[in-house]
C-alpha cells in the first residue's frame, strides 16, 4: 500500500511539473554588448532576467572573443544564448559588394534614411562567402546556441507608417533612392532570367517579377547561411519584420516563410505602425500560420518614457506602456507564439516588469 502511495505522490509531482512546465511561457531579451561592456554586470543583469522569466538572451555583437566570454556567462545563469549579428549593415567592404538604388546611387556613398544604411547586395556572391564564414564561425563557440540574423534584408522601400512624420515622407509608393539592388548583377541576372530590362521600365514596382527577384536573392543568402550552420550542427534564428506577407514581403523583401531557419523572431512593434497593443496578437497569429513549424518569437518593442508617452513623437522612443503588457503577451500567448522577445530589457521600468509577472501567470 506505501508503494503504491508512494507511486501515486510520485505521478501527481510528475503532472505537475508537466502542466507547470506546459503553462510557463518564454520570454527572451535583445541587448547590445561591446568591447567596453563590464561582463560580470552582464551577467548580474542576466541573473536578474532569469528571475524575472526570461529563458534566453539576444546580444548584438560580432567579435568571436566578446561573443565567446557572453555566451559562457550566459550559459552559467542557465540562459539559452543567441550571438545576435547585422548581417547586411557595413560600413568598411568594398564598394562593388554594395546595394545599387534606383537613382543608381551606391549605398555606401549615398545610405537612406539614416547613415549606417550601408547596405550590402544580397546578390553578391562575396557577400554570400562573408556572412556564411562568419555565421558558421560565430555558431560553432561552444556555448552559442543560435547565430542571429538581422538586418537580413534590403533596407526598407516603404517604412513602417509611424516612420513617415520622422523622415519627412509620405510613402504611398516605393521610395527610389531605397529601392535596391540596380546594380549591373542584378540587372542583367534578372533580364536573363525574365527577358525584362527592368532599367528600361517606367514604374519598376509594378513589375512583380522584379519583387519576388529581389525575395528570391535575400531567401538564396539566408538558406546558404542555415545550410552551412546546420552542416556543422549549429541552429539559426532571425530578426524579421511582421508578417511575412502583411508587412515583410513588400517593405524588405523578406520573403520568409521559405527560409530554413530553426527560429523566428518577428518585430511585432505595434507603435511603429500606428497599432494599438491588440495588434501583437493579430499579427502573431498570421506569423505562426506562417510557418506552423518553426517556433515564432513575438518581438516587443517596451516604452521606457512610458509616463509621458502621449508626448513622444517619435516611434522609436514609444511602446508598450505597463498597462498594454498583458495585452501584447496575451495576444502573443493565444495566437500561437512558443514566447515574447523583450527590446530592450534596459527600457523595462520595475512597472513593467511587475505586468510582465502577471501577464505571464
Not at 215 to 231: E, F, G, K, M, W
Request: net charge negative.
Amino acid at each position: 500500500m506505501r508503494k503504491l502511495t508512494l507511486s501515486l505522490l510520485a505521478a501527481a509531482a510528475l503532472l505537475c511539473a508537466c502542466t507547470q512546465q506546459k503553462a510557463a511561457f518564454p520570454v527572451y531579451v535583445w541587448q547590445g554588448i561591446n568591447e567596453k561592456t563590464n561582463m560580470d554586470e552582464l551577467q548580474q543583469q542576466m541573473h536578474f532576467w532569469k528571475s524575472q522569466g526570461v529563458v534566453g538572451v539576444c546580444l548584438e555583437n560580432s567579435d568571436p572573443a566578446i561573443v565567446a566570454e557572453a555566451s559562457a556567462r550566459a550559459h552559467a545563469e542557465g540562459l539559452e544564448y543567441h550571438a545576435w549579428i547585422p548581417c547586411m549593415l557595413r560600413a568598411d567592404k568594398p564598394h562593388e559588394w554594395y546595394a545599387v538604388n534606383r537613382l543608381g546611387q551606391s549605398a555606401d556613398e549615398y545610405p537612406a534614411y539614416v547613415s549606417y544604411y550601408k547596405a550590402l547586395d544580397p546578390a553578391n556572391p562575396n557577400v554570400h562567402k562573408l556572412l556564411v564564414d562568419q555565421m558558421v564561425e560565430i555558431a560553432m563557440l561552444p556555448n552559442v546556441d543560435y547565430v542571429q540574423l538581422d538586418y537580413i534584408r534590403y533596407p526598407d522601400v516603404i517604412l513602417s507608417r509611424g516612420l513617415w512624420d520622422k523622415y519627412g515622407l509620405v510613402m504611398d509608393e516605393e521610395y527610389a533612392p531605397a529601392d535596391y539592388c540596380y546594380c549591373d548583377d542584378c540587372v542583367a541576372t534578372f533580364k536573363e532570367l525574365t527577358g525584362i530590362d527592368i532599367k528600361a521600365v517606367e514604374d519598376p514596382s509594378k513589375v512583380a517579377e522584379w519583387a519576388q527577384f529581389r525575395c528570391d536573392q535575400v531567401t538564396s543568402l539566408v538558406n546558404d547561411i542555415c545550410a552551412a550552420v546546420h552542416a556543422k550542427g549549429g541552429k539559426v534564428s532571425a530578426d524579421v519584420f511582421p508578417g511575412p506577407h502583411s508587412h515583410a514581403v513588400w517593405m524588405v523583401r523578406q520573403e520568409w516563410d521559405k527560409w530554413d531557419v530553426d527560429m523566428f523572431f518577428p518585430m511585432n512593434y505595434n507603435d511603429f505602425y500606428l497599432q494599438p497593443a491588440e495588434w501583437v496578437g493579430e499579427v502573431t497569429k498570421e506569423e505562426v500560420n506562417s510557418v506552423p513549424d518553426k517556433p515564432v518569437i513575438s518581438g516587443l518593442f517596451i516604452c521606457r518614457e512610458w509616463k509621458r508617452k502621449v508626448e513622444l513623437e517619435d516611434p522609436e522612443q514609444s511602446g508598450l506602456i505597463p498597462a498594454e503588457m498583458a495585452t501584447a503577451v496575451k495576444g502573443a500567448r493565444e495566437a500561437g507564439a512558443a514566447g515574447i522577445c523583450l527590446f530592450t530589457p534596459g527600457s523595462m521600468t520595475p512597472e513593467h516588469w511587475h505586468a510582465l509577472a502577471a501577464a505571464l501567470k
